[in-house]
């Protein structure tokens, strides 16, 4: 079941935070993609993400997710993601987003 294993401190290379989504919206001309606007505890950052099939818009801002935000900015249909959110996937493949059980700041490293 594992994938490719990485090592510790490859693994400590990632900088994983929660974020607050405070924007979402549809990306003209995509049907998948969502722009958001995160707070990242004192910066926003700006993800793209293939979640709009699951989720509106409209139900997006507030809530607290986990961000991978040292990775590389891509420019996706035109919007420069600064980073990525993390998902699941069930089996009818509908995603469902990583967040928190509990009122963590925005921000905050997880480990």
């Not at 997006?60 to 919007?79: D, H, M, Q, S």
Request: charged fraction near 25%; proline fraction near 5%; hydrophobic fraction near 40%.
């Amino acid at each position: 079941m594992p994938g490719e294993r990485i090592s510790l401190e490859e693994f400590q290379k990632i900088d994983l935070r929660v974020g607050v989504i405070r924007e979402a919206e549809r990306i003209p001309g995509a049907n998948k993609l969502l722009h958001l606007s995160v707070d990242c505890g004192g910066a926003t950052i700006e993800l793209v993400s293939g979640i709009a099939p699951t989720y509106d818009p409209a139900e997006l801002p507030g809530k607290r997710i986990v961000v991978i935000t040292n990775l590389e900015p891509a420019r996706i249909r035109g919007v420069e993601s600064q980073g990525m959110l993390l998902a699941a996937q069930d089996g009818e493949g509908r995603l469902s987003l990583v967040t928190l059980d509990r009122e963590v700041a925005s921000g905050a490293r997880v480990s």
